[in-house]
C-alpha cells in the first residue's frame, strides 16, 4: 500500500498570531483557505475550501493539525469509494 501523497507546501505548524513563514521568512501569514490535492494509486481527491495560514509573499500554506486530519480522513473516504476523481468541500465544525 503505497501512503496517500499530500501536494502542496503542507507544514504542520500550531496556530500563532504574526506567524512569520518559515519558508520566505518575509511573509506574514493570514488565514485563507485552500485546495489540498491527494492522490493514492492514480486516485486525485480535491479537497476545496481547506482553512489554511496562507503566507502573504509565496503563498506557501500551513495547516494545523486539526485540519490536516481531518483532510486525511476525508481523502481515505473519497479514496474508498473509487473514484478517479473526487472534489469535496471541508466542512469544519
Ligand atoms: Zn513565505
Not at 518575509?26 to 489540498?36: A, D, F, I, Y
Not at 494509486?41 to 485540519?67: M, R, T, W
Not at 476525508?74 to 468541500?89: D, I, M, S
Amino acid at each position: 500500500m503505497n501512503p496517500i501523497k499530500m501536494f502542496g507546501q503542507l507544514i504542520l505548524k500550531r496556530k500563532s498570531n504574526n506567524m512569520k513563514c518559515v519558508i520566505c521568512k518575509t511573509g506574514t501569514m493570514h488565514e485563507g483557505k485552500v485546495t489540498v490535492t491527494l492522490e493514492k494509486n492514480g486516485s486525485i481527491i480535491l479537497i476545496k475550501e481547506v482553512p489554511a495560514q496562507i503566507c502573504d509573499v509565496c503563498e506557501h500554506y500551513y495547516l494545523d493539525e486539526a485540519i490536516t486530519g481531518e483532510v486525511l480522513k476525508r481523502g481515505k473516504e473519497g479514496l474508498l469509494k473509487g473514484a478517479e476523481l473526487e472534489v469535496l468541500k471541508l466542512k469544519v465544525a
